[in-house]
């Protein structure tokens, strides 16, 4: 087996008194997509900065794509690309601009610079834009160009903080898309997100971060398996029918019984038992009349309640995330 | 390539980035074209006929080196607005995470004020001549006050660069530059004769950079006497740079962005 492209042992980093990373160990294969998952605060951001040399680490060790953060800085900058949570471009350049002179500080040559902006204006469908401001662009759109920037020089690592906060669901689609070609071409990823489906989404692994902590390892579906996979919520017609629709689901219930509180009934789905249709089939074969019936799916906080028996701390978090999101409608209208 | 031709590519790159936007973004353009017409008119109409300068034909000679040298000294807030966005916007973080030079984000700043500088200068000049300025001076002369001006100007840039990737935001980093620079230029010989100040101002003036820089450019242009004032404004602009330049690279090594 060749290195990993990312490995990660016991790194440390505090400000002041306040320790952003207390020891974390990640491993990423060649070629796979490493998801650090959890809320505001986790130290996800630090350890992104660390891994491209923004920021030294206190103590610990970190490789990427074969070079040592610290001794090798200045070597590993060639090889990596990050987009952040900003949308780092320049909005007075053109899009084309913008491309080009990262290519040229990445010291690809000026021709070679050119023709990759070209090629990356076109993969991520910005041609008709490439000779407009980036300043009359859509939030969207500027992602899209700041992600491409992290690819400039094709590096078989990129680091991508928190791609999708603050873009609209379709952006967030068309984003994953190209993240998924990325690494089908051979390039590792470690993303950073607050959201569970989109590490389900994307990451090979997922590695969940809570106060400088990896408290959790693995594929998505072992994360989903210790949180309890989906849940079903019944809203009963008549709340008297309970004994009999709890019957009725006992079956396809994670849980020998299914508990039930006035007209609600909820219960851990299991897997590959015919989902929310089955259970409406039994239900109504044993004529349990239904007001409402949903499945829930782990959310990042089913996470976190199940493997560290705390809520997710999002202080402040929510805020952040409307202001974002408020930018980015100002900018789609902008560029209308 | 080796690393200082690296450098030197990549502060060129930047620096072209930089002039760019400048077309592109009309209010900066204003502040170093029509900002400098106006304070010739302003100083030369309202001032001219109340302030005694003696040994000098009219008060426009006198003005002219001064005034040049108080817009020189102002042109690097550039430098210092642009930093402060740049950080805020995460481009920083953006340019920190590429193979290029630790100095060419701050290099690429400065140099592209040089040509700033360059155009107020110009416009500075014409509108000068136009008001009734008049070189007592050799070609070299004027050649060699143009020259010291452009490096006086690049001084203050690299005290931009720091005041700019180390304030809080674009605002403070202008606040600063101005509560620094402005008594500077007034408490000395650029707009009225030192003896005519009191003296404890005096005193202040005479050590003043700008009243070194400002009678270096009389001695170049208008023909005053020289004294040691040229070789000192050469050697005032060379330590700013020695001292303002690696300060700011160390900065620029450690920039978190907001």
């Known amino acids: 087996m060749s290195e990993p492209a990312i490995e990660v042992r016991d790194l440390r980093k505090s400000y002041g008194d306040v320790e952003a990373l207390r020891g974390i160990d990640l491993e990423a294969p060649a070629g796979t997509v490493l998801g650090l998952l959890g809320p505001n605060g986790a130290g996800k951001t630090t350890a992104v900065r660390i891994l491209t040399t923004l920021l030294p680490p206190d103590a610990g060790s970190a490789r990427v794509a074969g070079f040592d953060v610290v001794r090798d800085a200045s070597e590993l900058r060639a090889h990596v690309g990050l987009a952040g949570q900003y949308a780092a471009v320049d909005e007075n350049l053109t899009g084309r601009e913008n491309l080009e002179m990262v ?9 070679r610079s050119l ?50 906060t603050g873009l609209d669901p379709r952006s967030r689609l068309a984003l994953w898309q190209t993240i998924a070609v990325r690494v089908a071409a051979g390039t590792t990823v470690l993303l950073t997100t607050q959201y ?52 009725a689901l006992a079956p396809i219930s994670e849980d020998d019984r299914p ?73 789609e209208e902008r560029a209308a | 390539m080796s690393g200082l031709a690296y450098a030197i590519s990549d502060t060129v790159v930047l620096a072209k980035r930089n002039l760019l936007r400048i077309p592109r973004a009309p209010d900066l353009l204003i502040s170093f074209t029509l900002q400098p017409i106006m304070f010739v008119v302003l100083f030369v109409y309202v001032f001219g006929g109340a302030i005694e300068t003696p040994g000098f034909e009219d008060y426009t000679d006198f003005l002219m080196p001064g005034i040049i040298v108080q817009t020189m000294s102002f042109g690097g807030f550039v430098t210092a607005l642009g930093l402060a966005e740049d950080l805020k916007k995460g481009l920083i973080d953006r340019f920190r995470s590429l193979p290029m030079a630790r100095s060419a ?17 110009t416009i500075m000049i014409v509108v000068g001549l136009l008001v009734g300025f008049t070189f007592d001076a050799s070609f070299a002369e004027i ?31 202008q606040a600063i530059g101005f509560m620094a620079i402005f008594p500077l230029t007034f408490a000395s010989s650029s707009f009225v004769p030192v003896d005519s100040m009191p003296d404890w101002l005096q005193a202040f003036a005479e050590v003043n950079p700008f009243t070194t820089m400002t009678d270096a450019m009389r001695a170049l242009w208008v023909d005053q006497p020289a004294g040691n004032d040229i070789w000192l404004a050469v050697v005032w602009c060379v330590g700013l740079i020695a001292v303002f330049a690696p300060l700011s690279v160390a900065r620029y090594r450690r920039a978190v962005s907001r």
């Open chain 1, 259 to 331: 508990s039930c509180a006035g007209e609600l009934l909820s219960m851990p789905m299991r897997r590959d038992r015919g989902g929310i249709a089955e259970a409406v089939r039994r239900l109504d074969s044993a004529g349990v009349g239904i007001a409402d019936i949903a499945v829930r799916r782990p959310t990042l906080d089913d996470v976190f309640i199940a493997l560290t028996g705390h809520a997710a701390e999002h202080e402040g978090a929510e805020d952040e995330d409307e202001d974002e999101e408020e930018q980015g409608e100002e900018r």
């Open chain 1, 103 to 111: 290519g040229r500080l990445y010291h690809l040559g000026r021709k």
């Open chain 2, 105 to 121: 984000v701050l290099s690429g700043r400065t140099l592209a004020d040089v040509a700033t500088n360059s155009v107020s200068l």
């Open chain 1, 196 to 247: 569970l489906d989109e590490a389900d989404r994307l990451a090979d692994a997922i590695a969940v971060i809570d106060h400088g902590q990896v408290i959790a390892e693995g594929t998505s579906d072992e994360l989903k398996d210790r949180v309890g996979g989906e849940r079903l919520e019944v809203t009963l017609e008549d709340p008297s029918q309970a004994e009999v629709a709890i019957a």
């Open chain 2, 143 to 173: 050649v060699a006050g143009i020259g010291l001006m452009l490096l006086f100007g690049y001084a203050f840039s690299w005290i931009f660069a720091f005041a700019g990737i180390t304030a809080s935001s674009a605002e403070a980093a």
């Open chain 1, 115 to 164: 023709g990759r902006a070209d090629e990356l204006l076109e993969t991520f469908g910005l041609t008709d834009a490439a000779s407009r401001l980036v300043r009359t662009y859509s939030g969207g759109m500027r992602r899209r160009l700041d992600l491409a920037a992290a690819l400039v020089a094709r590096p078989p690592v990129i680091f991508l903080d928190e791609p999708t």
